[in-house]
């Protein structure tokens, strides 16, 4: 054997030895590190671990390793059943250290928590942050690398344990990778299929989480996740909560220098919603958000932009304390929005539509709960909202349309309702500290208005209304409001509550201008109602509809209770520039306080009143009406009023002419006791009222009346007053065409409570007629009626008319030749007034006497005389004779009288004439 041979053994036999060492250290290794984790593990408090194989290949890197188990306290708190991590040795070469490969397969580990205790996994704590070591103060960044081509997870679970909960999370799929951190900006993809009991998450991703400029992109799918999973995750002052969550999203992420962009474009849905809470309760049917978003992040601002659709059905919320309850179904939200917070405050704009097929709201109240529903709702327009240290400012501008709004008291039957309503305008709000103000200007409409308030048992209905102008609200220490604009309400009705046909109708009122400033300065422009046609009705118990419409006084009496009584408020001051009645406006009256009612229609024409100032009261206004009474009847009124002075006032001249007397036959068997039969009425009233006293004079002429007695009682009690029948009166009164033309005057003291209308009236018209009589007489009869008086018959309420006596012969019984004159005009009377009639009273003196004694006798003794009542009677007799057959007056028209004897020295032989 050569010397180089046996140099060449000894370096044989290293290296089979090395290669033998090597082989047996790749071989034990594996055994070796399982022991040694068996052996390390429980010295530490780590528990006991299992590893079912394990292969290492220091050559290339990898290791694997199968059935790792890990157990603390004799329970398992950790399994995989495979996992295999490939290693880049030749990297490090290169400061870098990079992972081929790692994935794990069939994980199953334990995340658990209790109160007050940190989070556990697979039964190990984890540090707190105060466990942690702090830095070195000098502590520098490396120069190494990191990279991690390929991360696989494959159906792996981990266990969520908390008080309440148990969860189990599947990654069935999670493939992330590669990510290099010396290829920054390379983006790196992820897929992921996750599942939470029954919900499933799909992810796919990519990123440069690494990159100087962090970006990434990622889609997301997640079916119905139960809410009440995530219960015990929640504080006990949240509430309950419970629903399903679903949604397919995208989400991008920027982070620039100095600005971090996330955005989202995609669908959330939310099933089932309930959310309970101690303060209020939340449900919705149906929540869903599809859309983008946008949020813009950096050193100054907040920016979030969203542009997408908002849904939602049947959300209701409660507020506990108070009982307010709403709901809205079928709410919709399309539009953009904008919001951003900076060091100027918080400022949102919104634009866009909301809608909502119903909205129910219930508000309690002290006295009685609000509902108020609506049905379809929609907005169209702009919002913007700007909060700063100083004020809250909202600005809202668009249109606002819904039908079927009801507003509804159920404890007091209050009701109001409207069929279309719409409004246009902008409306802007400032909340500060010292108070809110709000402005408010466009035009609104609605159609189809109702009100029900049975309490006052109104019933109102509009077929529209209509308001244009501006509006100004502040609830300062002093509120005040400010309103200004026109308005207009056309085919209005106002009736009582269960009675039909409304009693007021109005085609149209316009209001071209109302001011209100404070509540303490109302002005109104000119009124303009049309058409306007309204029933009043009399009754015992008052004026209808306007008693029925009165709330019922309240009173304390008998409660036992002191009632605060406080200075009266000073009422507004309200201005109005005039009122307009024009078009078919009708008035119907009826009066059942008289037997038969009386029913008339009032149709006016025009009527006008002028400005009206509550400041100014003593300030007259003109008014004027002309109308139609009836339905040829002319009606006209002119004149000043003043209804603001206290008391009112009033200075009016009133005509009517040619109206039919018979309906007015109840008033006149309440005055008079004659009902008319026929007859028309031509009046002219003049009236002054001030002072709470009326005075006025009012001028009839009536034409072909004809009346009939209808109540004796009545009729006596005028005539007492009149001191002259009625028939008679009124055939003096009658012109040659039958028309009787008085004037009556009439005054009284409204505040007087013995002054009676009706009664002052009454005896106005008594003695007027007494007193037209007297002179129409004297009037026809002169120079004969110098000695005209009234006498009052013995045992009849009424009097008569007592004229010149015709004179006789003393102890003739033939008239004198000196009174033909007389006669004739007497008989010129009466045939031009048939329905007069005369009373011939004969009467003897003391010269009849003397005459017929010749002188003998001077008085006429106590007691009959049979000689003297004789000539007394004679002498009527003779009277009548003469009238009758040289004047040809009826004899109906002629009465004698009963003889008298009249004893008074110097007394005239005579012949009394009494109408």
């Not at 049905?375 to 668009?398: F, I, P, Y």
Request: aromatic content about 4%; hydrophobic content about 40%; proline content about 6%.
């Amino acid at each position: 054997m050569s010397r180089k041979h046996k140099r060449s053994r000894p370096l044989f036999h290293i290296t089979v030895y090395g290669i033998i060492g090597i082989t047996l250290l790749l071989l034990l290794l594996p055994p070796f590190i399982g022991q040694a984790l068996r052996f390390t593990l429980p010295r530490y408090g780590m528990g006991g671990i299992e590893v079912g194989n394990i292969d290492l290949n220091l050559f290339s890197g990898r290791v694997a390793f199968d059935e790792l188990r890990l157990y603390r306290s004799a329970a398992q708190v950790l399994h995989l059943e495979h996992g295999e991590l490939d290693f880049e040795w030749r990297a490090l070469l290169q400061k870098r250290l990079q992972i081929r490969h790692l994935s794990l397969q069939g994980l199953s580990l334990t995340l658990s928590q209790s109160p007050r205790a940190p989070l556990r996994v697979a039964g190990f704590a984890l540090p707190t942050g105060s466990d942690s070591p702090e830095p070195a103060a000098d502590a520098t960044s490396s120069d190494w690398g990191f990279a991690i081509d390929a991360l696989q997870l494959e159906h792996n679970r981990i266990h969520l344990i908390r008080p309440g909960l148990a969860q189990t999370l599947v990654i069935e799929r999670f493939d992330f990778g590669p990510l290099k951190s010396w290829e920054a900006d390379t983006p790196s993809p992820l897929e992921a299929l996750l599942h939470l009991n029954e919900t499933q998450l799909q992810l796919e991703a990519s990123a440069t989480p690494l990159a100087a400029e962090p970006a990434g992109t990622l889609r997301l799918q997640l079916s119905p996740l139960e809410l009440a999973t995530a219960q015990p995750l929640l504080p006990p002052t949240a509430g309950t909560v419970s629903g399903q969550l679903s949604a397919e999203l995208e989400l991008s992420l920027n982070q620039r220098r100095d600005q971090l962009s996330l955005r989202q474009s995609g669908n959330l849905t939310l099933q089932g919603l309930q959310l309970v809470h101690p303060l209020q309760q939340l449900t919705g049917q149906n929540l869903r958000w599809q859309g983008s978003s946008e949020l813009l992040l950096d050193a100054e601002s907040t920016r979030l932009l969203l542009d997408g659709t908002l849904g939602g059905d049947q959300l209701t919320i409660k507020l506990t304390a108070n009982g307010t309850e709403a709901e809205g179904r079928d709410l919709l939200w399309q539009g953009k929005s904008t919001l951003q917070l900076d060091g100027q405050g918080i400022r949102n704009t919104l634009n866009g539509a909301l809608s909502t097929n119903g909205l129910a709201l219930r508000l309690p109240g002290t006295d009685t709960d609000t509902e108020v529903a609506t049905g379809k709702l929609s907005w169209q327009g702009s919002s913007a909202l700007q909060l700063d240290e100083t004020a809250t400012r909202v600005t809202l501008e668009g249109s606002l349309d819904g039908e079927t709004l009801a507003l509804k008291q159920p404890g007091n039957g209050n009701t109001a309702t409207t069929g279309h309503l719409n409004w246009q305008g902008t409306t802007r709000i400032t909340l500060e500290p010292q108070g809110s103000r709000s402005v408010t200007e466009g035009s609104l409409r609605s159609d189809r208005l109702a009100l029900q308030l049975p309490g006052s048992a109104l019933d109102f209905s509009g077929e529209r209304l209509s308001w244009q102008g501006s509006a100004a609200i502040s609830a300062a220490e002093t509120p005040d409001i400010r309103l200004q604009g026109e308005a207009e309400l056309q085919q209005a009705a106002l009736g009582t509550l269960d009675k039909e046909p409304p009693h007021t109708i109005l085609a149209r009122l316009l209001i071209p201008q109302i001011r209100i400033d404070g509540l303490q300065d109302i002005e109104l422009g000119t009124l303009q109602l049309q058409n306007l046609q309204t029933r009043l009705r009399l009754t015992a118990e008052g004026m209808e509809p306007l008693q029925q419409h009165l709330p019922e006084a309240q009173s304390g009496a008998g409660t036992g209770t002191a009632t605060a009584v406080s200075e009266p408020a000073e009422p507004p001051r309200l201005r109005l520039a005039g009122l307009s009645l024009d078009g078919d406006t009708l008035i119907h009256f009826e009066d059942t306080t008289v037997s038969p009612r009386f029913a008339e229609t009032l149709t006016v024409n025009t009527l006008t009143l002028g400005a009206l100032d509550s400041h100014q009261p003593a300030r007259t206004t003109p008014l004027a009406l002309q109308a139609r009474l009836g339905a040829h009847s002319q009606l006209s009124a002119t004149g000043q009023v003043t209804p603001f002075a206290t008391p009112p006032g009033a200075g009016l001249e009133v005509t009517l002419q040619d109206y039919e007397m018979p309906p007015l036959s109840p008033y006149l068997v309440r005055l008079l006791g004659y009902r008319i039969n026929s007859g028309q009425l031509d009046n002219t009233l003049t009236l002054t009222l001030a002072d709470n006293s009326l005075q006025g004079e009012t001028q009839i002429k009536a034409r072909q009346l004809q009346m009939q007695p209808e109540d004796p009682d009545r009729i006596a009690a005028f005539e007492q007053k009149s001191t002259l029948p009625l028939n008679t009166a009124l055939g003096l009164l009658r012109d040659k065409q039958g028309n009787i033309e008085l004037t009556i005057p009439f005054s009284g003291a409204l505040d007087d409570p013995q002054f009676d209308l009706s009664d002052a009236i009454n005896t106005a018209l008594a003695k007027a007629m007494r007193s037209a009589s007297v002179s129409y007489l004297k009037y026809l009869l002169q120079p004969y009626g110098s000695v005209i008086t009234l006498v009052q018959l013995a045992g009849k309420a009424g009097g008569g008319v007592q004229l010149d006596p015709v004179l006789f012969t003393a102890g003739s019984a033939e008239p004198g030749a000196d009174t033909a004159d007389y006669l004739e005009r007497l008989a010129k009377l009466f045939a031009e007034r048939k329905n007069l009639q005369l009373r011939l009273c004969g009467i003897a003196t003391t010269a009849d006497l003397i005459a017929l004694s010749k002188g003998q006798q001077q008085t006429i003794p106590p007691g009959p005389n049979e000689q003297l009542e004789e000539l007394a009677r004679a002498r009527a007799a003779a009277l009548k004779q003469q009238l009758v057959e040289q004047y040809q007056l009826a004899p109906g028209q002629l009465f004698i009288c009963n003889p008298t004897l009249d004893r008074e020295a110097g007394a005239e032989p005579r012949v009394q004439l009494q109408l």
